[in-house]
């Protein structure tokens, strides 16, 4: 059974960076989608950014409150994906998950929770300002 487990998160002040990563375990994993969302205290869980291994699905896709700060990267090799964060911010402040989806997504679904059938445990990412 393929697990994604999360590291990298941590306290930082704004303006910091920190890179996350998600490392996949159980076998050779190499998902069309992979994505990450997080969840800060009292809200709903969000997009982050999403990449598809098919240069046809048109990725990556970047969430509005991120786009040009985050970059999400994937290592097939190491079976990683890596989120870069430059320019935190307070709003930042958050679990981040880690996602993957095996099958077809289109670049509308990408952004859905549901469309993913492979998740993380999260890690905690806090930015102080």
């Known amino acids: 059974q393929v697990q994604l487990v999360e590291s990298g998160g941590g306290l930082v002040q704004t303006g910091d960076s920190l890179r996350l990563s998600c490392a996949a375990s159980?076998?050779?994993?190499?998902?069309?989608?992979v994505g990450w969302f997080r969840r800060a205290p009292g809200k709903e869980r969000e997009f982050v950014a999403a990449?598809?291994?098919?240069?046809?699905?048109?990725?990556?896709y970047y969430a509005d409150s991120v786009k040009g700060r985050f970059t999400i990267s994937r290592d097939n090799a190491k079976n990683t994906v890596y989120l870069q964060m430059n320019s935190l911010k307070p709003e930042d402040t958050a679990v981040y998950y880690c996602?993957?989806?095996?099958?077809?997504?289109?670049?509308?679904?990408?952004?859905?929770?549901?469309?993913?059938?492979?998740w993380g445990q999260g890690t905690q990412v806090t930015v102080s300002s």
């Open positions: 996602a993957a989806a095996t099958g077809y997504v289109s670049w509308i679904g990408m952004s859905v929770p549901a469309q993913y059938n492979y």
């Open positions: 159980g076998g050779t994993f190499s998902p069309r989608v």
């Open positions: 990449n598809s291994n098919r240069w046809s699905d048109g990725s990556p």
